[in-house]
Nanobody
Framework: QVQLVESGGGSVQAGGSLRLSCAASGYTYSANCMGWFRQAPGMEREGVAL????????YLADSVKGRFTISHDNANNMVFLQMNNLKPNDTGMYYC???????????????????WGQGTQVTVTS
């Protein structure tokens, strides 16, 4: 089992920045791909950013490219999401996830991930 705990959410005005953190514990060696999904009220969960833990290759949703960056700190079992130039449609619950499988082509496949955090709320006001 892998436990994931998110932090760093909050309310910010459009154009602002937030940095989300995800702390992983447990059998973290079993995780190959980690990242972030988000879900707005009434919407499906969508992939935001993924990273291969061992090699650092990243994948970003088109809607966040140029604004968001995903990174990892393997020594401390942490994954981060730096979000800049936030927009109102970035609002939602952000979930950290980890999976034993790969990242490639899984940005829109939340069912392929094995572990999920409880989420942290991000609200962007105009």
């Amino acid at each position: 089992q892998v436990q994931l705990v998110e932090s760093g959410g909050g309310s910010v005005q459009a154009g602002g920045s937030l940095r989300l953190s995800c702390a992983a514990s447990g059998y973290t060696y079993s995780a190959n791909c980690m990242g972030w999904f988000r879900q707005a009220p009434g919407m499906e969960r969508e992939g935001v950013a993924l990273i291969y833990i061992r090699v650092g290759t990243t994948y970003l949703a088109d809607s966040v490219k140029g604004r968001f960056t995903i990174s990892h700190d393997n020594a401390n079992n942490m994954v981060f999401l730096q979000m800049n130039n936030l927009k109102p449609n970035d609002t939602g619950m952000y979930y950290c996830t980890a999976g034993r499988g790969g990242c490639y082509s899984n940005l829109n496949r939340p069912g392929n991930f094995d572990y999920w955090g409880q989420g942290t709320q991000v609200t962007v006001t105009s």
